[in-house]
């Protein structure tokens, strides 16, 4: 499979035939949340965490989509912040 086009996309080339498009989003399997870390609490494929995206493993953050709907960019910029100042935090703290 080809991704076509010199400044864009203007096509896919597939094993049979080849179509023009403007824009291609690929999609990349995940593991599962619970599998990323040993010993991380995790509910219905999620990953649990306090208000600071604190886990239930001290000095182990998460955020973003492994958290939990709704899968936004925004939701994960912000989770991302608060979790990047909570672990500044707990440096500062040590």
């Known amino acids: 499979m080809e991704i076509t086009g010199e ?13 023009e498009v ?5 999609f ?8 990323l ?3 991380i609490k995790t509910e219905n494929g999620i990953i649990i ?7 239930n493993i001290e000095g182990v953050f998460a955020c973003g989509d492994c958290t939990g709907k709704p899968y936004q960019v925004a939701k994960a910029v912000g989770e991302g912040l608060v979790a990047g100042q909570a672990a500044a935090r707990r440096k500062l703290q040590k």
């Open 28 to 35: 990349r399997g995940t593991v599962p949340a619970e599998s």
């Open 37 to 39: 870390i040993y010993g």
């Open 7 to 19: 400044e864009s996309v203007t096509g896919i080339v597939t094993e049979n035939k080849e179509v």
């Open 49 to 55: 965490t306090d208000k600071s995206t604190q886990t």
């Open 22 to 26: 403007q824009g291609v989003f690929i």
